[in-house]
T-cell receptor, first 114, second 113 residues
C-alpha cells in the first residue's frame, strides 16, 4: 500500500525567503508525481507534474525534483510571496491491481508573512 | 479550453436525504475521478469512471455511487445522508494516458444538518 507523507505539516516564513516542501512515498514504482496548491475552501490547482523518468520540472519560481530510489520529491519555491500562502499537496500515481491509483499526501500549509 | 466545472458549488441537506453532484470534465478528457475532502481525513478517493464504466473504487460505503454519461460528464450520488458526509467533494479529469496529470474542479461544498 502506498503511503505519502508531507513534512512539515505547516510552515511560516517571511516574504522573500526560498523554501523547500517535502513529499515522501513508500512505493517507488510510480507513473508520475503531481504537485498541487489549494486555497481555503477551493479546488486544487496543478503546479507541476513529474514523470517517473524525469528528475525535475520547473515553472517560474517553482522547481520540483523527484528521486524515486529514495522515495522523495521536493518542491522548491524561490523568493516566496504572500500570494504563495496555501496548502501544498503532492499526489503519487501508480499501478495497483491493474488500475492506476492516486494517493495524496497530507499537505503542507504554507504561510508567507509580508 | 474550459476547465473542470462542478455544480452546484454549495449545498445544504438534511440527514436522511439524498444528493446528486455533477461534474463536467475538460473537453477531450474521458476519465473522471471523485474525491472527498474533510479536515480530519484529508483527500480520499471515491471512484474513477472511464468511458461510462467505473474502473476503480475507494473504501466508501455503498451509499456513495456514481455514473458517467457518453459525453464524459459524471454524477455522484449520496443516499441516506449522514452528518459525517459533510465535506468538500472534488472532481478531477484527465486523459487516459498514465503519463498525464489530473485537473480539478472547484468542488461542491456539502453541508448535512
Amino acid at each position: 500500500k502506498q503511503e505519502v507523507t508531507q513534512i512539515p505539516a505547516a510552515l511560516s516564513v517571511p516574504e522573500g525567503e526560498n523554501l523547500v516542501l517535502n513529499c515522501s512515498f513508500t512505493d517507488s514504482a510510480i507513473y508520475n508525481l503531481q504537485w498541487f496548491r489549494q486555497d481555503p475552501g477551493k479546488g486544487l490547482t496543478s503546479l507541476l507534474l513529474i514523470q517517473s523518468s524525469q528528475r525535475e520540472q520547473t515553472s517560474g519560481r517553482l522547481n520540483a525534483s523527484l528521486d524515486k530510489s529514495s522515495g522523495r520529491s521536493t518542491l522548491y519555491i524561490a523568493a516566496s510571496q504572500p500570494g504563495d500562502s496555501a496548502t501544498y499537496l503532492c499526489a503519487v500515481r501508480r499501478n495497483s491491481g491493474g488500475y492506476q491509483k492516486v494517493t495524496f499526501g497530507t499537505g503542507t500549509k504554507l504561510q508567507v508573512i509580508p | 479550453k474550459a476547465g473542470v466545472t462542478q455544480t452546484p458549488r454549495y449545498l445544504i441537506k438534511t440527514r436522511g436525504q439524498q444528493v446528486t453532484l455533477s461534474c463536467s470534465p475538460i473537453s477531450g478528457h474521458r476519465s473522471v475521478s471523485w474525491y472527498q475532502q474533510t479536515p480530519g481525513q484529508g483527500l480520499q478517493f471515491l471512484f474513477e469512471y472511464f468511458s461510462e464504466t467505473q474502473r476503480n473504487k475507494g473504501n466508501f460505503p455503498g451509499r456513495f455511487s456514481g455514473r458517467q454519461f457518453s459525453n464524459s460528464r459524471s454524477e455522484m450520488n449520496v443516499s441516506t445522508l449522514e452528518l459525517g458526509d459533510s465535506a468538500l467533494y472534488l472532481c478531477a479529469s484527465r486523459t487516459d494516458s498514465g503519463f498525464e496529470g489530473q485537473y480539478f474542479g472547484p468542488g461542491t461544498r456539502l453541508t448535512v444538518t
